[in-house]
């Protein structure tokens, strides 16, 4: 199975750039796409597709979020942090079964 | 608009077979694939399985063995079934319209296993 890292929290200031890391145990690269996609959750609701395929913003979302990297490292980016933003992050693979998650990262204000 | 709604029991005991039913709105189940997708309490969510557009089905490996997912198209309807349950299969399940990245989500039921 991938692998996908992610640090457990991260505190950023309000008006501030958060940038949220995801490691995949193996490229998930493919054909110059990369098979990467980004989810914000907030307590008791379900997960909100943000990016796909490592920098495509989903409908809806703001231009504030922002995806990158390729292969095996990842990133998504939050600029600027508004109060909204304080949630869940999760980055998801699909290149190989089974489709895997990382385990989140806690976006905190300072 | 896109809609998927999860149903079934709250609450199945140890060893149980869990039923759940997904009825979507807004699309056709013959266009495009639909997954379940399950999460515990406080964890990452963790991919089950998916029912493609075509009919054909696709299982997460750590699951295959008690898990099954089928479809009938005319409720627009997708199925999960999964036997043996234990403890550790408590969360809320999900299911989600599926592009290989997942856009639309249902509610998601929570499914409590305990005596």
């Known amino acids: 199975d991938i692998v996908l890292t992610q640090s457990p929290a991260l505190a950023v200031s309000l008006e501030q750039r958060a940038t949220i890391s995801c490691k995949t145990s193996q490229n998930v690269d493919n054909y110059g796409i990369s098979y990467m996609h980004w989810y914000q959750q907030k307590p008791g609701q379900q997960p909100k597709l943000l990016i796909y395929e490592g920098s495509n913003l989903a409908s809806g979302i703001p231009a504030r979020f922002s995806g990158s990297g390729s292969g095996t490292d990842f990133t998504l980016t939050i600029d600027p942090v508004e109060a909204d933003d304080i949630a869940t992050y999760y980055c998801q693979q699909s290149k190989d079964y089974p489709l895997t998650f990382g385990s989140g990262t806690k976006l905190e204000i300072k | 608009q896109v809609q998927l709604k999860e149903s079934g029991p709250g609450l199945v005991q140890p060893s149980e077979t869990l039923s759940l039913t997904c009825t979507v709105s807004?699309?056709?189940?013959?266009?495009?694939?639909v997954s379940w997708v399950r999460q515990p309490s406080g964890k990452g969510p963790e991919w089950m399985g998916r029912?493609?557009?075509?009919?054909?089905?696709a299982y997460n490996s750590a699951l295959k063995s008690r898990l099954s997912i089928s479809r009938d198209t005319s409720k627009n309807q997708v199925f999960l079934k999964m036997n043996s349950l234990q403890t550790d299969d408590t969360g809320t399940y999900y299911c989600t319209r599926d592009h290989g990245w997942f856009a639309y989500w249902g509610q998601g039921t929570l499914v409590t296993v305990s005596s």
């Open positions: 807004g699309f056709s189940l013959t266009s495009y694939s």
């Open positions: 029912m493609w557009y075509d009919g054909d089905t």
